[in-house]
């Protein structure tokens, strides 16, 4: 998808218009020159043309290219539906996007007293700077959604031998999509099934680290049975433990039955991977997916230095 660039603006103050201008330069603080130029995650405004064009058609009030403190006037395609971490890439230039929309200052507001609303809180959005140059009137940018990539590992001597049919990998891999459905998140999701060996899980882990998988989800392997690898194994590899969604989880099912108290699983971050170590059972693993998908979402934004709500 093709996003055409209809104006390039600055202002030189924070909550005013801002001015159209022959061309603008992106640097590793965002705009030159303008106001909200900064070692911030909201450095390059964008607004559609079409946000504009149907402000102007519901209010009959002509307003010019920048009026709603806009650094980049676009059209093609419809910004809001855009999500953070999805990238618009030029001959020179990249931005990330980082944040859709804003709060609304009201009537306190330059841009409010100017044209009565404003349109950037609802339908705007936030990038910052992955690469420098300069953007003029007619730059064509090009849209590449970010896609948040999966990998489902169960450990079952069993099922890795053909015993049995795997169902808990499966059942992750349905409430993933369950999840991510009815969201503008483009997702990849892929499974392995390996015995309980603690060499085999250390040696894929480090390839999907490797190969910079956002989450690693694992079943299997969380007991105290002779063959429950999988703790012991991950947990060294942590460079960061994330604790209170384990025990959260522990303690809200334990209080009805106390054998979910066994489970030892972990949740951290290995390099830039999440890791999610769960139970074997379908049951264990739809308890805990219940819970952990609420994170999962902030965790990657937080992980790229974004602090969404």
């Known amino acids: 998808m093709k996003l055409s660039i209809r104006s390039v ?13 022959k061309e603008i330069t992106l640097d ?19 607004l559609g043309k079409e946000s504009i064009d149907r402000f102007i058609k519901a209010t009959s009030r002509h307003v010019t290219y920048g009026a709603f403190a806009e650094n980049l006037t676009t059209e093609g395609i419809a910004l809001a539906k855009t999500s953070p971490l999805d990238r618009f890439s030029g001959e020179e230039t990249e931005l990330e996007v980082t944040q859709i929309g804003k709060s609304c200052h009201g009537s306190g507001c330059a841009i409010f007293h100017e044209t009565g609303q404003c349109v950037m809180p609802k339908e705007g959005i936030f990038a910052r700077v992955i ?4 953007l003029r009137p007619g730059d064509i940018l090009t849209y590449k959604p970010r896609i948040f990539r999966f990998h489902v590992v169960t450990l079952s001597d069993r099922a890795s031998s053909g015993v049995y049919s795997d169902r808990s990998g499966p059942r992750i891999i349905e409430l993933l999509h369950d999840f991510f459905r009815n969201k503008p998140r483009q997702t990849e999701v892929r499974h392995t099934v390996i015995p309980d060996d603690s060499s085999a899980l250390r040696i894929l882990i480090g390839k999907l680290v490797n190969d910079s998988v956002d989450v690693i989800i694992t079943t299997g392997g969380t007991g105290i049975g002779p063959r429950d690898i999988t703790v012991e194994t991950v947990r060294p590899l942590l460079d960061k433990e994330i604790p209170g969604i384990m025990e959260m989880i522990r303690i809200k099912y334990g209080q009805a039955n106390p054998n979910a108290l066994l489970s030892r699983g972990v949740a951290g971050m290995i390099s830039e991977s999440l890791i999610y170590t769960l139970p074997g059972s379908v049951k264990a693993v739809q308890e805990y997916m ?7 979402e902030h965790l990657i934004y937080m992980r790229h230095g974004l602090n969404i709500h």
């Open 131 to 134: 690469r420098q140059g300069t």
């Open 9 to 21: 603006n600055i202002s030189k103050e924070k909550g005013t218009v801002k001015v159209p201008v």
């Open 290 to 296: 219940a819970e952990t998908v609420k994170t999962m």
């Open 28 to 46: 590793h603080q965002g705009v030159v020159g303008d106001a909200h130029s900064g070692d911030w995650h909201r450095q390059v405004s964008l």
